[in-house]
């Protein structure tokens, strides 16, 4: 809880509020709440959403670190030396995030209704995001992260995008969570607030 008493505030200064939309800070925040809860629910919604948007988080910032160029975008800001290097190193928690979910979803099980909960989470992000900056393009939700172009009018794009998100990530990592890591477990209280 120390790392979110420094990260929130930072991110809040440096980025502001507009950031907490994106789906991979949001992701970080009920991580928390999850963990602090023992809530098998979100956590397993998370899980569903930041393995693969972590993991492509990863990849793109490889790929600028050993080939020059980013291979999808949205990690420019690792490379602006407008904003003070420790400040853009807090953006490592999503090299952790996953592992992290993983962890605890193999102590507690997963909720099958974490894709669902995830999915309601995107829509109402995407469609927050839409009354944003378009040159930040918060959630793609103006243009696509692969051919960084928009799909229609606003509400055809949005739909798009949730669906392709849902249809490419969060079904089939769903399906593999249901499979490998089991119903929620019913684990004795040990105290308000503990995460068994």
Not at 52 to 58: G, K, R, S, T, Y
Not at 108 to 123: E, S
Not at 157 to 179: D, E, K, Q, S, T
Request: aromatic share 18%; glycine share 6%; charged share 10%.
């Amino acid at each position: 809880m120390l790392w979110l008493a420094v990260w929130v505030p930072t991110y809040w200064i440096v980025w502001g509020w507009p950031s907490f939309l994106r789906l991979c800070n949001i992701a970080v925040l009920l991580t928390c709440i999850g963990l602090w809860r023992s809530n098998t629910l979100l956590l397993s919604s998370q899980a569903v959403s930041s393995i693969v948007a972590d993991a492509a988080w990863c990849v793109d910032v490889a790929w600028r670190l050993f080939l020059g160029r980013h291979l999808f975008g949205g990690t420019e800001y690792m490379w602006d030396k407008h904003f003070p290097l420790w400040v853009r190193l807090l953006s490592l928690y999503h090299v952790v995030l996953p592992a992290l979910l993983i962890w605890s979803l193999r102590r507690v099980g997963y909720d099958r209704r974490g894709w669902k909960l995830q999915a309601g989470i995107a829509a109402v992000l995407f469609a927050l995001s839409r009354f944003l900056d378009p040159a930040v393009n918060i959630n793609f939700a103006f243009r696509d992260p692969i051919f960084h172009r928009a799909w229609g009018p606003a509400p055809v794009h949005l739909l798009v995008m949730w669906l392709g998100l849902n249809a490419v990530f969060y079904w089939p990592i769903h399906f593999v969570f249901a499979r490998y890591l089991g119903q929620p477990k019913r684990l004795p209280l040990q105290g308000a607030g503990t995460f068994q």
